[in-house]
């Protein structure tokens, strides 16, 4: 190893950085929100570091948030099974596509419906629960004959995504995914895919909705 060569001027020391004038002000945090922004109605959006090939680009409607865990449906993945063929008294409420949408990898098989009413609350016993703003989930073993005048759209979603008590906190800590608000329409957009991903994230502000201009999935780089 060669010596370091002695400095003509003992006095001088360590060479120093040149002057750069004004400092560079460091660039604002990513925020993403909180556990405690998650709550019925509100949306859980994947991060691009989410690579989970199940929820990668996904939009996840929160249907409830407890102590005993938190489920929603993805939005945004309808299927190729048609409503008409497997629960034909509900098509003509469906909206367009009305087909099944994939709500999640848990219980596959069975059929949750989220549904639209923007007039007063419907009685306790027509089979409508309130989730949020007007979004209510309905029991599709209904007569759907009465409830005509009361819904002005549903979905039907095969299957829902389902959090354990604290398995999402950890999740939203890691920065997975960003929890922010949602929107009735949003329950019932015909956007799917990453169209809807970076619509939802188009209307945040700060440093999220620059996230519309990066890949959903970040080995497509």
Same mark, same amino acid.
């Given at each position: ?35 405690? +922004? ?70 596959? +098989? ?22 949020? +703003? ?88």
């Amino acid at each position: 190893m060669s010596p370091v060569p002695a400095s003509s001027d003992p006095e001088s020391g360590p060479p120093t950085r040149p002057a750069t004038g004004r400092d560079r002000a460091a660039a604002p945090a990513l925020s993403i929100g909180e556990i405690e +922004d998650v709550r019925p109605g509100s949306l859980l959006v994947a991060m691009p570091g989410l690579t989970d090939p199940t929820f990668a680009g996904a939009v996840v409607y929160v249907v409830d948030h407890s102590g005993t865990g938190t489920i929603g449906v993805a939005l945004g993945s309808p299927s190729q099974v048609e409503i008409r063929d497997v629960l034909p008294g509900w098509r003509d409420l469906a909206v367009e596509p009305a087909v099944f949408h994939v709500g999640g990898p848990c219980e596959a +098989d069975t059929a949750l419906c989220l549904a639209r009413c923007p007039g007063p609350a419907p009685d306790p016993d027509s089979g409508l629960r309130p989730v949020a +703003d007007g979004i209510h989930l309905l029991d599709l073993d209904e007569d759907p004959e009465p409830l005509t005048g009361q819904v002005s759209g549903l979905r039907v979603f095969a299957g829902y995504a389902g959090w354990s008590p604290g398995q999402l906190a950890g999740e939203v800590a890691e920065g997975a995914w960003a929890c922010v608000p949602g929107s009735p329409d949003d329950v019932l957009t015909a956007l799917s895919g990453p169209e809807l991903w970076r619509a939802v994230l188009a209307r945040q502000s700060g440093r999220l909705a620059v996230l519309t201009t990066a890949p959903t999935d970040p080995t497509a780089n």
